[in-house]
């Protein structure tokens, strides 16, 4: 029994940092990397992808293929991972002689190529050439956003469905061919359009990690988010206090509710609150927010949604 326990751990699979499996998406494409199968690796109308990122060379040394002199990190190396349906990774695996080394390699060189063929990054001479590039592809993303993108107090599940199909086929890759143009033709670009660029690719960057690899973004230290996975219901995020509000932390069972409304609402509700017994304990940051607590000390923030921007923008601008 110890013996079998030993050999499952170290059949463990490596765990791939988000960096890799961001790269190893984007070389797979979102179809499987077997020339002899080719599937697209997402299910039509739910949110759930079927790809599972196979080692080539084993992830340890009683894996598949796994004799070798290589480390734990360059076999999570990108370049030793490549993307497969789930019977195309059942196949190499359980015959690993029939698919040795050399032949995984060349599944995935090969589907790199086909790709870059496919998607072959043009080189201008003239700025109004690259517009006329990235426009068609800029259209079609505004068109699926407008069709089927989320909607403030629209909550139909097929509409997020379509949403996140049409994200992943359409929206994803044509990100990403607008960013390989956009570096390719860096010399056509002005110095503030460079800097757009950049903001651009930080927005692919996320938008790919939300909707690819199911990455809500990076944690922030104290702050835990719950997020309903068809992206259907509002986030509900959790706070942890200041270690200096002694007054608060020595309340027991009370609770903060930060709640944010339409800015012509904001008004309506805190009238609610104190018609309810609440009262207004805070606003020095009206309007863009208030703070009501009740009776027993609980509060609650009633925050505006829109405007907020737009006044801090003004508020920087008389500064300066």
Not at 151 to 177: G, M, S, Y
Not at 178 to 205: C, M, P, Y
Request: aromatic share 8%.
């Amino acid at each position: 029994m110890a013996n079998k326990r030993i050999k499952q751990q170290q059949c463990e699979r490596l765990r791939l940092p988000v960096g890799t499996q961001r790269r190893l998406w984007s070389e797979s494409g979102g179809y499987c990397q077997s020339p002899t199968c080719s599937d697209f690796l997402f299910a039509e109308n739910v949110d759930v992808d079927f790809a599972q990122m196979a080692h080539i060379v084993g992830a340890s040394q009683n894996g598949p293929r796994g004799d070798s002199a290589l480390t734990s990190e360059e076999r999570a190396h990108h370049s030793n991972i490549t993307v497969l349906c789930p019977k195309c990774h059942i196949v190499i695996d359980r015959m690993p002689n029939d698919y040795p080394l050399a032949v995984l390699r060349g599944w995935k060189a090969r589907h790199q190529s086909k790709l870059a063929q496919a998607f072959g990054t043009p080189e201008f001479d003239y700025r109004l050439a690259a517009r006329h590039f990235v426009e068609p592809l800029l259209a079609q993303n505004r068109a699926v956003f407008q069709t089927y993108g989320p909607r403030e107090d629209d909550f139909d599940e097929d509409r997020a469905n379509l949403w996140q199909k049409h994200a992943r086929q359409t929206i994803v890759p044509n990100n990403q061919r607008i960013i390989r143009t956009l570096r390719q033709n860096w010399k056509l670009l002005t110095s503030d359009e460079r800097d757009t660029a950049e903001l651009f690719g930080l927005h692919v960057e996320e938008f790919d990690a939300r909707h690819v690899l199911g990455d809500r973004g990076r944690k922030t230290a104290h702050v835990t988010d719950i997020y309903d996975p068809r992206r259907l219901n509002m986030p509900i995020f959790f706070q942890q206090m200041e270690t200096s509000d002694e007054a608060r932390r020595k309340q027991r069972n009370r609770i903060h509710v930060d709640v944010f409304v339409p800015d012509d609402q904001a008004r309506a509700r805190i009238d609610a609150g104190a018609a309810a017994g609440g009262r207004i304990v805070y606003d020095d940051q009206a309007p863009d927010w208030w703070t009501l607590a009740d009776p027993e000390g609980n509060e609650l923030d009633i925050a505006v949604s829109v405007g907020r921007e737009e006044r801090g923008r003004a508020a920087q601008a008389e500064a300066n």
